[in-house]
């Protein structure tokens, strides 16, 4: 997988919670607003379950991370099912935007192989990326956002990334 694969995940599970610049690679193709939408309720899980990983030594023992973010982190597995083809399209075009033949080996892959992998290289590029002075903020934005079912979690952070998008050069989200 190249490195630009790796930016993409890694930078769009990040813009789901701290709400940052989204890219980091560079790209001229657009994602469509499904596609963005499958990508972010596939990977919230594994961006919830990264930052528990990370911050949990930072905040408090009653905190919403400690308590209550692995039954979302679950919680938000349910949905990955239905995301997954729009997130595979979505990684598919990404990888494909600077070395076709990176995105024609992972679309050959079995679904098996694929997801484990880009799964793998998601968590990595996440966690390195989680600041530990950020923790709290992060904490208090799951702990606000956990009563929204999650559908409409998925949905509130994909507007996220679309407004962060907007003025983003390297990473467009499609016009509707």
Known sequence: MTQHAKSIAGALALAALTVPSLAQAATVQ??????????????????????????????????????????????LTTGQPAAWPMAKR???????????????????????AMRPLLESVMTQEFTSKIKTKDCKDIDAVLGTLAPLPTTGFVDLITEVVVIGAREDKEMRVCEA
């Not at 963005?36 to 899980?45: D, F, H, K, Q």
């Not at 594994?46 to 209550?68: A, G, L």
């Not at 979505?90 to 098996?112: H, I, N, R, V």
């Open 30 to 75: 657009c994602m469509t607003k499904p596609e963005l939408r499958g990508m972010v309720a596939y990977m919230l899980p594994f961006v919830v379950d990264s930052v528990i990983e990370k911050c949990t030594p930072s905040v408090p023992k009653d905190s919403f991370m400690t308590t209550r973010a692995p039954a979302l982190s679950k919680e």
């Open 90 to 112: 979505a990684f598919l075009k990404f990888s494909g935007d600077t070395d076709k033949d990176t995105a024609a080996m992972m679309d050959s892959m079995p679904e098996t």
